[in-house]
Nanobody, 123 residues
Framework: VQLQACGGGLVQAGGSLRLSCAAS????????MGWFRQAPGKAREFVAA????????YYADSVKGRFTISRTAGASRVNLQMNNLKPEDTAVYYC?????????????????WGQGTQVTVSS
């Protein structure tokens, strides 16, 4: 599976962006999907995830109430709506497919990754 993330860009603090991740090669409809991010000089961190059926979602504390992850059951696309963006949200955002067991927050459980899309939030 190849993942293609898009929707990043430059936005002022308080603004919104919508990231999207699509698959090619095969469907990821049976996999949980997650978004991670990595800021310069920092480790990659979990942002949000959604179960394969789209019925359960998980968020990092830092984005709860501001970000919403969504997918349509059976669809090979997952979205991340980001509202009330803050400068500390600036990072490269990666989508990933969960192929292992364990917590959705653990990057080690994800077996395939997209190339990343840059999000920059100015103050």
């Amino acid at each position: 599976v190849q993942l293609q993330a898009c929707g990043g860009g430059l936005v002022q603090a308080g603004g919104s962006l919508r990231l999207s991740c699509a698959a090619s090669g095969r469907s990821f409809s049976t996999d949980g999907m997650g978004w991670f991010r990595q800021a310069p000089g920092k480790a990659r961190e979990f942002v949000a995830a959604v179960s394969a059926a789209g019925t359960s979602s998980y968020y990092a504390d830092s984005v709860k109430g501001r970000f919403t992850i969504s997918r349509t059951a059976g669809a090979s696309r997952v979205n991340l709506q980001m509202n009330n963006l803050k400068p500390e949200d600036t990072a490269v955002y990666y989508c990933a497919g969960k192929t292992g067991t364990g917590s959705y927050m653990n990057a080690r459980g994800y077996g395939y990754w997209g190339q990343g899309t840059q999000v920059t939030v100015s103050s």
